[in-house]
């Protein structure tokens, strides 16, 4: 049996002026405690998703048979009466709710409850809707196929759902909507030789600053996802109970470095290049959750208060991060080229949100839908620095607006890439222990 290989990620970021060293430093230490208290309030656990949408690419129905990909919905009386008070506001929704109740407890596994805003909330959520600015194809949340999950009842892990389905799903997004010619061939994907990704680095390296960061965060959320499923997997399933923990054999088959022919690192590295994007849009954000008007409301008055303060910490703390992505780099030079270019980006992003809706496992799909619009929402800020420029201290911010969807998700997303740099720690911890 080989020995076991520590998995080194060290060192300069592409395309950054960081380093992986700093990132850990920041994030496991300062930033990692702080935002996991964040998404366990009520505020940031529930969110609304429709994964009844049927793939909008390819006439395929099927839905993962496994009990941990299922869906169920979670008793109401669990969720706070600030959220849910009126949720019931409808006969007829109440009605349609039961309905689905029926079909979830047929197929089982994610817990998912309704939840409500008060009138003034919705509103302020629901004022702005500017399709033009939009990375993300997001769901109506006014649909009755769209329900209120709680996020902490059905944590992103490991749920069985791999093989050829899963396979169709990143191939899509990496083959279609990538900026990649077809004659390029990834590196380790199968049929047509492999020439150790001799080509595809090449080609990566020629293109522009924006294709290139475009590729790397696809590909840095995927090396993301990746590590939750073999952090938290299944590793004991009896009729008593269920036992989830890191799975050494299974991280190693995704990112040691012989394994995978020099890969693994790479992954690593736009997890990093990832996690920098999205801290240097919350970094940017802070005037829109700054003003004294803007409120996370759950019902709860102090506790909201609480929360708002807590997320302003965590907002300036990203802020003080010494070493942020520079994203004046993206769509410089040409006007007209460069609008062109952006459109683009944006389309090709909006698709691999589309893409997210074919995802056969529910639960992999709710956390596909999550982290792809808080990844559109990061994308969104970025672009829209000028209008954050000139949201008022005080007053509704016309120019810029965030949806509840849009910060739920985006905080979310962000608590996944925290988590999987911390995860990083822990199994090279491990793998140290092993040698």
Known sequence: MRTCIYVRVTGHIDDCTCDVETIDAFNNYKLFPRLNELLESDYFRYYKVNLKKPCPFWNDNSHCGIRDCAVKPCPTDEVPDGIRSASY???????NRAEECEEANRLGAVDESLSKETQRAMLQWTRHDDSSDSFCEADDIHSPDAEYVDLLLNPERYTGYKGPDAWKIWNSIYEENCFKPQNVKRPLAPGRGDDGGH????????????????????????????????????????????????????????????LTRGEGPRRLKNLYFLYLIELRALSKVLPFFERP?????????SRDAEIKNLLLEILHLAKSFPLHFDENSFFAGNKKEA??????FRLHFKNITRIMDCVGCFKCRLWGKLQTQGLGTVLKILFSENLIGKIPESGPSYGFQLTRQE???????????????????NFRNILRNMQ
């Not at 506001?89 to 009605?95: G, I, L, P, R």
């Not at 910060?407 to 999987?420: D, E, Q, Y």
């Open 339 to 344: 609008a062109k270019l952006k459109e683009e």
């Open 89 to 95: 506001k409808y006969s007829e929704e109440a009605h």
């Open 293 to 301: 008007g803007f409120q996370l409301y759950t019902g709860n008055k």
């Open 199 to 258: 080509m595809f680095y090449k080609w990566l390296k020629g293109v522009c600053i924006e294709k290139r960061a475009f590729y790397k965060l696809i590909s840095g959320l995927h090396a993301s996802i990746n590590i939750h499923l073999s952090a938290r997997y299944l590793l004991q399933d009896t009729w008593s109970e269920k036992k989830w923990g890191p799975n050494v054999t299974e991280f190693q088959q995704r990112f040691d470095e012989v």
């Open 407 to 425: 910060i739920v998700a985006l905080f979310n997303a962000f608590g996944r890439v925290s988590t999987s740099v911390r995860e990083l720690e």
